[in-house]
């Protein structure tokens, strides 16, 4: 049996707050004049949602979906299951969706392929995280919060088994053997 712990902090919180501040004025700008529908990926984006958005000064509402690709371990299966779909109709919206995390992408390419066939206005991704050197798909990825390396990470809405979800910063998952 091994168990596991909370290992060394990658971005602490004022460095989180920081970007995340950043982000919602450059996607305010971009859309200014324009109503967004932010579309948050279960249950990981919450906390990232609930940040961005009040960062953002256009008129926007929220949905979710949740969907899944890893079951309980630390890597991508590429299977993809939708678990909940969006409450309303995306079609003729500005759809901007929201990740914690992009490794290979496949979750994420799965996902537009999903949205895009609704027929929404227009469809961008905006990831807290995304691995680097890691992606396999080509979904472009408009904003990007940080690009950190390949280690699994958890805090700021980022699980291990559904755990680890309330640290205020993203940190290594250790695993002790
Ligand atoms: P992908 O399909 O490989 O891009 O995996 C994306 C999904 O896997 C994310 O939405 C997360 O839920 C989960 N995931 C990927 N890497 C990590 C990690 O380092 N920590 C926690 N969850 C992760
Ligand atoms: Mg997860």
Redesign the pocket.
Known sequence: MSTTAVGEVLIDEPTLRQRVEELGEEISADYEGRELLLVG?LK??VFFMADLMRQLSVPCEIDFMAIS??GEG?D?S?V?RILKDLDGNIEGRHVLVL???????????YLMRNLGAREPASLEVCAL?V?HG????DVPVKYIGFEIPN????GYG???AERYRNLPHVAV?REEP
Do not use: H, M, N, Q
């Not at 990740?99 to 390419?109: C, F, K, N, Q």
């Not at 890691?134 to 798909?137: A, D, V």
């Not at 280690?151 to 958890?154: A, G, Q």
């Open positions: 990926v990981g984006a690709s890893y630390t991508s590429g993809v990740e914690d995390i992009i490794d290979t992408g496949l979750t994420l390419s995280l691995k890691r992606l396999e798909s280690k699994f990470v958890i980022l699980d291990f998952l």
